[in-house]
């Protein structure tokens, strides 16, 4: 649930429309599916080393482990800024799905509503913080399957107007969109790489599950199968819910645009509006607000335990370690919270506007944190292989490797280096789209130098690698499946 909660949210549900309005139809499935290959090859790449060590951190203590501490330092505070500057994009994304009730009210209201539930549930403590999120994990799910049902519903005549859609919208205005009018395949690939780095955004958060390896219970037995079984769901989600979405809304739709300020930005509620079906939009756009919030209270949890985790590991001030008498780093949710702030650009600009900046920002980051993942692995194989093991004897091992972790390295590069190549063009230039894209990129390789000349620290050899340090606590955590008593069990294990 924390993986299919953390990833299902306002990347699907609002910044497709952007996506679609740059890529097309085809443009856009083929961003999502391309960008879904990397976060498949990510999840079996960090399924093979956290199934074997299920350690607190995650990838960022097992780029300690596996690189150096530099690599590690590096990663972990691009994970906090991603995170980090992810709250703000939720926010600015929930005042843009509230301005579709009240579109006259100061944007500052509704961030600062969105805020203060935000960090209520955080300084809550982890108990409340679980129970809300499991409750905006299932109000999520049964949206996005509901409105993929209901979609198809619509595109096959079953909505009031009894239009029957089908491929309409891939014949005129066609499968691509030449994008700023650019002709040729300049303009399509422009257009689909545009989709790309807005799929990554919507992607951002798949490996979010190797950070709850170490709390998860009989994790060399139930790690595998969440890796198994989460990328399909994923997978059949976003892919199913764009396919559905370039068949609903023209991509010349000037509703799309979410940078006018215009709350039904939401493709969904596009086609929902267009099928001519009243009161829905708005229960539709409640969902989609409590995905927000979701969305918020998470990255606010996540970035305060990163700052939390950088500190303990001596990669942050010590003031970070300080908690409350019942565990929780009210110092480092505090600090992330701070940054929350820059949510209220959406007072003088538009919140879709704002939100376009942050969740560029993310996609990038998120970039990074796969490509780093991918060099983890490489290096733990090859350490792994050298000390005399074999790849069979982890909890899960793939046959895609080390092809996988490959991928994700170099898609990854790939992506980051086109996520904003349209600055480029003659009379294009944009400093905004240009550091929102590029500096989280550019951010990680001073990190890691910095990083080393402050530490100096070789890179550990692969005879000299930890693979042993925590594995007999880890083996006595393990245990076998219970088995089920009944068919219901049955059917449920198999589902969870």
């Not at 590069?413 to 500096?439: C, K, P, Q």
Request: with cysteine.
């Amino acid at each position: 649930m924390i993986s299919i909660a953390g990833v299902i949210g306002t990347g699907l549900f609002l910044g497709t429309a952007s996506a679609l309005m740059n890529g097309g139809p085809l443009g856009l499935l083929l961003g999502y599916i391309f960008v879904g290959s990397i976060s498949y090859c990510v999840m079996i790449t960090i399924g093979e080393m956290i199934s074997y060590l299920p350690i607190a951190g995650g990838h960022i203590k097992l780029a300690e482990r596996f690189v150096d501490p530099a690599f590690s330092f590096a990663l972990g505070w691009n994970l906090w800024y991603n995170w980090t500057v992810t709250l703000p994009a939720e926010l600015s994304a929930a005042a843009t799905i509230i301005n579709f009730w009240h579109p006259g009210v100061n944007n500052a209201v509704w961030i600062t509503m969105c805020l203060v539930v935000a960090i209520g549930i955080n300084m809550s403590g982890v108990g409340v913080y679980g129970e809300t999120e499991f409750i905006f994990a299932s109000i999520k799910v049964v949206t996005i399957v509901g409105l993929i049902i209901f979609g198809i519903i619509l595109d096959l005549g079953g909505g009031p107007n009894h239009d029957r859609i089908g491929f309409r919208y891939w014949k005129d205005p066609g499968p691509f969109v030449q994008f700023y009018g650019i002709s040729g395949m300049t303009g399509r690939f422009l257009g689909w790489s545009r989709a790309v780095t807005q799929a990554a955004f919507a992607y951002s958060g798949l490996e979010v599950v190797a950070m709850a390896a170490a709390e998860s219970k009989n994790p060399r037995k139930n790690l595998p199968k969440a890796i198994r079984r989460v990328y399909i769901r994923i997978l059949l989600f976003y892919i199913g819910g764009v396919f559905v979405i370039g068949l609903l809304v023209p991509s010349n739709n000037p509703l799309l645009n979410v940078n006018s300020d215009n709350a039904s930005a939401s493709p969904f509620v596009i086609a929902i509006n267009q099928a001519g079906i009243k009161g829905l939009p708005s229960v539709i756009n409640a969902a989609l607000l409590t995905s927000a919030w979701s969305a918020a209270s998470s990255n606010l949890y996540i970035s305060s335990r990163g700052l939390h985790g950088l500190a303990a590991s001596g990669n942050a001030p010590k003031v970070f370690l300080r908690t409350s008498r019942s565990g929780l780093p009210y110092v480092a949710v505090a600090m992330c919270a701070s940054f929350s702030l820059l949510a209220y650009m959406a007072v003088n600009t538009s919140s879709g506007m704002v939100f376009t900046w942050f969740s560029s920002m993310c996609a990038t980051a998120g970039l990074t944190t796969w490509f780093g993942i991918g060099v983890i692995y490489l290096r733990f194989r090859k350490g792994f292989l050298a000390q005399g093991h074999k790849m069979s004897e982890l909890p899960y091992s793939s046959r895609f490797q080390p092809f996988a972790a490959w991928w994700a390295i170099g898609a990854s590069l790939v992506t980051l280096l086109f996520s904003a190549w349209e600055v480029f063009l003659r009379d294009n230039w944009s400093t905004a789209t240009f550091m929102t894209n590029y500096l989280p990129m550019m951010l990680f390789p001073v990190l890691y130098v910095g990083a080393k000349i402050w530490k100096r620290v070789p890179i550990v050899k692969p005879n000299e690698m930890d693979f042993h340090s925590g594995i007999a606590e880890i083996e006595a955590m393990t245990h076998p499946d219970v088995l089920p008593r009944n068919i219901v069990e049955a059917i449920w294990m198999k589902l969870t």
